[in-house]
T-cell receptor, first 113, second 109 residues
């Protein structure tokens, strides 16, 4: 069966510090991978999605970046965090070409202070 | 622009029935999802509607009217564990997911 792992679960970082969130998927190959952010009381905002190794599409211009060094690994990074980067970050995957069902990781609650 | 509207918060009583509405204005339509999200946790899939009508799955049912740009999620025999946020999301003509802000459902004994 397919599983998705996302870590860490919670993170408190000072403004200006770097960020690295990691997500891995098991039990499937060539998945579509997504990074979402959810601000308190707001809908999910798509940050990045990837259809293959090294292929990253950015939906929102910001100081975050994403990388997919391996087929089932998706990394969200920042060189310098801003206060506005605080939120709940979710990694998700879907079968390639099928967005009809997204499977989410457990999420990372990021607080930038 | 694209927009998904759903009530911010609803309150219902344990054992009762509640209907959560969702209206959408999107560039095209390729399906509508409902997800459940408990506080601090990831959303979990509840239903997917692409054709008009009612889809029933146990205590949960989801209805879609494409002509009206309208869907609802119906929860029967409410349990305390149903207290959560319910997210409506639509796939547009570019196969992008557009998310509503979610409806926080509070269940009272």
């Amino acid at each position: 069966s397919q599983t998705i792992h996302q870590w860490p679960a919670t993170l408190v970082q000072p403004v200006g510090s770097p960020l690295s969130l990691e997500c891995t998927v098991e039990g499937t190959s060539n998945p579509n991978l997504y990074w979402y952010r959810q601000a308190a009381g707001r809908g999910l905002q798509l940050l990045f999605y990837s259809v293959g190794i090294g292929q990253i599409s950015s939906e929102v211009p910001q100081n975050l970046s994403a990388s997919r060094p391996q087929d089932r690994q998706f990394i969200l990074s920042s060189k310098k965090l801003l206060l506005s980067d605080s939120g709940f970050y979710l990694c998700a995957w879907s079968v390639a070409g099928e967005i009809e069902k997204l499977f989410f990781g457990s999420g990372t609650q990021l607080s930038v202070l | 622009g694209q927009n998904i509207d759903q009530p911010t918060e609803m309150t219902a009583t344990e054992g009762a029935i509640v209907q959560i509405n969702c209206t959408y204005q999107t560039s095209g339509f390729n399906g509508l999802f409902w997800y459940q999200q408990h506080a601090g946790e990831a959303p979990t899939f509840l239903s997917y509607n692409v054709l008009d009508g009612l889809e029933e799955k146990g205590r949960f049912s989801s209805f879609l009217s494409r002509s009206k740009g309208y869907s609802y999620l119906l929860l029967k025999e409410l349990q305390m564990k149903d207290s959560a946020s319910y997210l409506c999301a639509v796939i547009d003509s570019n196969y992008q997911l557009i998310w509503g802000a979610g409806t926080k459902l509070i269940i009272k004994p």
